[in-house]
Structures are given as C-alpha cells and as structure tokens.
C-alpha cells in the first residue's frame, strides 16, 4: 500500500483555522470509515487526536474535529494556539488487514 | 495510567537479530490488541504488525512478513517483536501501542533500532 498523501506543511496565525487534508483511495480512505490523526512534537511519541474520522478521545480539546469526503479526510483545528505546532499524521485501515499512514503535515503557528 | 516502555533496540549488522520488548501497565493487558509502529526521517510513520488479545491472530505489513515475528505473553503484559534477517532500511524509531478501535490510542516512547556494518 502506497502512504496517504498530506501537505508537507500548513501554517496559520493564532486564532485562526487550518485543514490538513489527507488523500488515499477507495481502498482505504475511502472505503472505510477507520481514519485516526495523530500529532507529535519534536522528540515525542505520536498521540492519538481522532478516530474513526470524527471520534475525539477523552480530552482531547474540542477544538479538533475531523471529517471525511471520498477519498479524502481532513482535520481541522479551530482556534490555532501555539501548543498546536507540531507534526500531524493521518492513518486509516486498509486491505488484508492492514494500516497505512499519510505522509506528515507540519503546522507552524505564525 | 497507562505505561508503555519499549526495550531491545541497539546497533545490529545486516542480517542479523534483535529482540525489542514493550512492558505494559495500566490497563487491563489481556483485553487489548496490540501493535509495532516504526518511524524514520525519510519514509514517515509505517505499521509493522499487530496482535489480538489472546496471541491467535498476527498480521504484518509485507516488508516484514517472514521475518518479523510479533507475539505476547500475558500473564507478564509484555509485548515482543522479533526482528530476523535485518536490513539497513529497517532502521527506525520502533513503538509499540495499544490498539483500540481502528486507531493506536496509546504509544510508548519508542526504541531505537541501527541497521549497519
């Protein structure tokens, strides 16, 4: 399986929205509805921020929602606060059991 | 809370064998599915493999198949991969995770594995 495609980089000022998008195709993305993103600061273990497309976990801020159209899922983060520069990654269920992950999306916060 | 610490990771040949480790506690162990992740600089964040709750079903993405064997024991909630016929290209930050709804919901701090002469 080929990795989820995510812009290399999204940036925005603070108090602002950003989408991060991620693109597979009907085998995965699009196929099931299984997409989690994760966010990661420098030196730190990925962490879960949403499941099953729309799904946060307990406390994770409202201000993460996710949402899925075809092949693609996006995640936007609403009211940009710097704590929220960090990496971000899709992943979603896949064939034969397996799970692949987008490519990685930095967001700088201006 | 839930822990998770990964051990086993070191600098190994082409070709060789290691065997990373993954203590658990928190949660209850024998109820969840569990999993290895790797991550490197150039490919991302990849899955490796994963394991049902009793040991019964393992699944492996195809670099690894054959040579990667993923298993649990229990009644010491502990996680294993053990990694055969190394390869440079399996270099990489190894974590393991718990496994809950189609999502990796907890993660340790990762071990790092060295593939090179």
């Known amino acids: 399986q080929s990795a989820l495609t995510q812009p290399a980089s999204v940036s925005g000022a603070p108090g602002q929205s950003i989408t991060i998008s991620c693109t597979g195709t009907?085998?995965?993305?699009?196929?099931?509805?299984?997409v989690s993103w994760y966010q990661q600061h420098p030196g730190k273990a990925p962490k879960l921020m949403i499941s099953?497309?729309?799904n946060r976990p307990s406390g994770i801020s409202t201000r993460f929602s996710g949402s899925k159209s075809g092949n693609t899922a996006s995640l936007t983060i609403s009211g940009l606060q710097a704590e929220d520069e960090a990496d971000y990654y899709c992943?979603?269920?896949?064939?034969?059991?397996?799970?692949?992950f987008g490519t990685g999306t930095k967001v700088t916060v201006l | 809370e839930v822990q998770l610490v990964e051990s086993g990771g070191g600098l190994v040949q082409p070709g060789g064998s290691l065997r990373l480790s993954c203590a658990a506690s928190?949660?209850?162990?024998?109820?969840?599915?569990l999993t290895w992740l790797r991550q490197t600089p150039g490919k991302g964040l990849e899955w490796v493999a994963n394991?049902?709750?009793?040991?019964?079903?393992?699944h492996y993405v195809n670099s690894v198949e054959g040579r990667f064997t993923i298993s649990r024991d229990n009644a010491k909630t502990s996680l294993y991969l053990q990694m055969d016929s190394l390869r440079p290209e399996d270099t990489a930050v190894y974590y393991c995770?718990?496994?809950?709804?189609?999502?990796?919901?907890?993660w340790g701090q990762g071990t790092l594995v060295i593939v090179s002469s």
């Open positions: 995770a718990t496994h809950y709804n189609w999502a990796f919901d907890y």
């Open positions: 928190g949660f209850t162990f024998d109820t969840y599915w």
């Open positions: 394991i049902n709750a009793h040991g019964s079903a393992k």
């Open positions: 009907s085998s995965d993305v699009g196929a099931y509805d299984y």
């Open positions: 099953e497309v729309t």
């Open positions: 992943s979603s269920y896949g064939s034969s059991i397996t799970y692949v």
